[in-house]
């Protein structure tokens, strides 16, 4: 099967409205921004629909043939993102690859012609366009695109907003695939009921655009759920948003390179010789196992006394104490000591580098991986990346550390 892209149309839409409600994201992606690269197999007859908008991929099909044309013509190599897939579809490409992240959401779909507003005085309309650094000062997933995102969100969407002395306290928007999101209300003007209030208001407005109103919430965010459920929204069912990795990225290698690179800045000798045959290895949070409550890990400051790190760490690398650049990270199981690691914040704020990880002979390595990975994930890192010996690969493979391969020094 061969994909070729397409432009927007008719036979397109009317495919993905077979099944209408898990498509709403695709649906509104696809309506609103013209840009956005469709590919499918037959524009006629459609097995299947792909749209790529950047890292996020949105897909549906129903045939296994489709999904493999577009792993093997679409990602044969690299980070790939996928937004709000069907779980049947989720499972059989999570099946396939690497899975770098995951999170299974509820949709919520809001199915009456009208909506009742919540009575009270409040100065409630659509967002300000001038207001848009405002909401991504407060936005949780900010980052560099965001607010170019954020305000075509509020230039070309409905969205609601309660202000007071002119300034939003409590707003919420519709994203370019037409769910609601990036709600949020300021802390002084939480517990007021205001989240309700903008909630409805949009859910108003959108009835009046003939859009259907409709949620992705993740679960466990039991308060979105109760205010979905509390402003007339039913579940329809569940989706997921995941990212996977193919191939071997450069972007893991030359992370590799980046550890040897600054261990050598920092203390003037390289951490492996030349003869030494080395992997470049990562690990995925979202396999993170569950870690056992006798577990810990301390992370020593600059006046904590340094021997059990010292009897660990510095006969493999001769590091007597970390640099100003690097973290001393200390195992423990029921208080003792089974192990250290030397950390340190990549150029990607969100990752670590692992510059040397040693145990004590009777220590379990899955577990004690575990133990420091649940405090990476703690610290709000994605993903660990670090370079080990070629013989020590079985090892980090059993507590789920991904290989991308050898690497030159």
Known sequence: MK??????????????????????????????????PI???????????????????????????????????HMKEGFFGFSGL??????????????????????????????????????????????????????????????????????????????????????????EDNSMGIMY?????????????????????????????????????????GLAKK????????????GIITGHPKEISEGGKEVLKSFEEAYG????????????????LHRQEEVDESYSVRVLGKDDVFDDWSNLIEPICGVTRPSETMEAWLIELNGTV???????????PEDYMLHAFELTENANMKDAVHTLIAKVKEKGKYFVCTVIEKEKSFAYEAASFITNGPIEV
Not at 11 to 28: F, S, V
Not at 195 to 217: F, G, H, K, N
Request: net charge negative.
């Open 185 to 225: 209300t300021k802390e002084e003007h939480r517990r007021k009921g205001l989240a309700e209030v903008v909630s409805r208001d949009l859910t108003r407005r959108m009835i009046e655009i003939d859009q259907i109103p409709y949620l992705q919430i993740v679960d466990g965010n039991t308060k979105s759920h």
């Open 231 to 242: 402003c007339g929204y039913e579940k329809f069912g569940d989706c997921e948003w995941f």
């Open 338 to 348: 089974i192990g250290a690691a030397l950390l340190q914040v990549a150029e990607d």
């Open 86 to 175: 069907d779980i049947k579809i989720a499972e059989k490409i999570k099946s396939k690859n690497i899975v770098q992240w995951n999170n299974r959401c509820s949709i919520y779909t809001y199915n009456e012609k009208q909506i009742s507003l919540v009575d009270g005085q409040y100065d409630l309309r659509p967002i300000d366009l001038n207001d848009a650094k405002i909401v991504n000062e407060f936005y949780e997933y900010s980052n560099p695109g965001s607010l170019h995102d954020i305000e075509r969100d509020i230039k070309f969407r409905p969205s609601s907003a309660v202000y007071v002395n002119n300034e939003p306290v409590c707003w919420v928007l519709v994203h």
């Open 39 to 73: 590919y499918t197999d037959n524009p006629k007859k459609p097995n299947g629909v792909l749209v790529i908008s950047g890292y996020m991929h949105y897909l549906y099909t129903e045939s296994d043939a489709f999904i493999d044309a577009v792993l093997n013509q």
């Open 3 to 36: 994909l070729i892209q397409v432009q927007k149309s008719d036979e397109i839409l009317e495919y993905l409205k077979l099944n209408n409600i898990i498509n709403l994201n695709i649906i509104g992606k696809i309506e609103n921004n013209s840009e956005l």
């Open 269 to 284: 000798h390289p951490r492996f010789t030349q003869e030494q045959e080395l992997e470049v290895e990562y690990f995925i």
